[in-house]
Structure formats: C-alpha cells, structure tokens
C-alpha cells in the first residue's frame, strides 16, 4: 500500500483535479471533445494553462486569461499590424488578437504537442493562425512583426538563452514588444534565479535598442508587465 501521505496528497490534490478535468472534458461538445482532452492531459495537475472560450460558448478553464491584453492597451482594431506571439502555449493571445481583425497572426512554442493544441483551437474558430515549434534560444527568425508578445516565457530561459532572446526580440519587433514577467512562483518550479522588476528592466534595457520602456503594472496573478515601442 502507497504511504498515508501520498494517499493523502492523492486523495485531496490530485483526484479532485482529476475529477474537475474529467467534468469539463466531458462538457466539452463531442467535435473538438478530443482536442480538450488534449490540452488538459498537456499539464495533468493544473489543466490548461490558458481560459480559451470557444465560439459556441464552451470555456476551457486555465490560469490565465486575456485580461491582461487590455491591461497592455492592446487596441481593438489591430488590422494594420502583424502579431507574433513567441511561447504562445495553446494559442490564446494569438486566438484574441485574430479577433482584433490582426493583418497576420502567428505563434511559436517550444513544446510541439502545444503547438498542435494550438492548431487545434485555431480550426475550432476557423481562424488562420501560422504556428511552428520554435525554440527562442536556438532558433532564428527572419521575418519582422508589428507587435510581439513575449508573455511569461523569460524565466525558462538560461542565461545565455535570456540574451540571445532579448536580441531576437529587439530584431524583429517593428512597433511593439510586449513582455511580461514571471511571478517568484513561476521562478521557483522553473528553478531560475529570482529577479526583481529593476533586473527586468535592465536586461531589456541592457539587450535591446527600444526607445522606451514601461513598466505599466501587474497582472491578476502579480507578474510585471513591460511595453517596449521603437
Ligand atoms: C508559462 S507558459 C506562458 C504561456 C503564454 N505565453 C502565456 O503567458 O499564457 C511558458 C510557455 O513558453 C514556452 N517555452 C518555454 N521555453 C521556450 C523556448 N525556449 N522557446 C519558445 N517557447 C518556450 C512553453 O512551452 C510554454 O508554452
């Protein structure tokens, strides 16, 4: 028999997870059930990472939602503008701005089971979204966008990986990045050493050639939001 204090860690942490998962795969309509499950089974303790609510009002519940993407000012009307989103996960932002009638809109992950989910909510809208696996401390990127996000991504980045970063995002950003910091929580499970909001500003600061950048305050979940413009 397992020990009493995993018994108990299953029997209040992760089976009432399991059983809320379960619910809203369940809830899910029968077309895109498969794809739900999918994204849930992408981080088994907290389900999605993103609230995504599909066109015919079923809503996958994650942590985080679009609010912050009014916190940044992001205008509604972003029809002059191609967008790229770099660790785009399941694809909300991309899905938000699409809505905002975006010229373009495309997204990159790491983690190409992400990137398949992504493309999977993007055929539920019938939305063309260009997703590819792309891992920001290797790969390069010729084109340049209008709008780039860069969303909570920072602190699965070595060092080396954090500077080649912020190099690629100052090339290929022609109006705006956005860019968003992690908690101290999100620096502990990813094991990175802990930074202020000083450090964040000096690391774009000391990396990029963008004539401003402004802290412009936290999100629900306290993570820093920064936009940088040419
Ligand atoms: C904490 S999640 C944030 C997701 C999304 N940007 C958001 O804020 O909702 C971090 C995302 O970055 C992706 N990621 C991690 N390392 C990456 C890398 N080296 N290149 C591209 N994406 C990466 C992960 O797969 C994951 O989807």
Redesign the pocket.
């Known amino acids: 028999m397992l020990p009493r204090s995993i018994r108990k860690t299953l029997r209040t942490k992760i089976w009432p997870f399991n059983r809320k998962f379960s619910q809203q795969i369940n809830a899910a309509p029968a077309q895109y059930r498969d794809l739900v499950k999918q994204i849930i089974a992408e981080s088994p303790i907290w389900g999605a ?2 609230t995504i609510q599909f066109p015919d009002g079923f809503t996958i519940k994650g942590g ?1 939602d679009e609010s912050r993407l009014s916190q940044f000012g992001l205008p509604e009307d972003l029809s002059d503008s191609s967008v790229l ?5 399941i694809g ?2 991309c899905i938000e701005c699409k809505k905002r009638n975006a010229k373009s809109v495309s997204g ?4 190409p089971d ?1 990137v398949k989910c992504a493309q999977g909510v993007a055929k539920v809208f019938d939305f063309d979204i260009n997703y590819k696996p ?4 290797q790969d390069t990127i010729d084109q340049k966008y209008d709008i780039v996000f860069f ?3 920072f602190h ?2 070595t060092e080396k ?1 954090k500077i080649k970063a912020l190099r690629t995002l100052d090339k290929i950003t022609v109006k705006q990045m956005y860019f ?1 910091a992690p908690t101290q929580k ?1 620096v502990i499970a990813a094991q990175d050493k802990e930074l202020e909001l000083d450090d964040y500003l000096a690391y774009l600061k000391g990396f990029t050639t963008f004539k401003s950048i402004e802290y412009i305050g936290e999100t629900d979940f306290d993570r820093p939001l920064i936009v940088c413009n040419r």
């Open positions: 990472h993103q985080r989103d770099i660790g785009c996960n909300a932002v990159l992950d790491k983690n992400l792309f891992d920001i401390m969303l909570n991504v699965h980045l990986g968003e999100d």
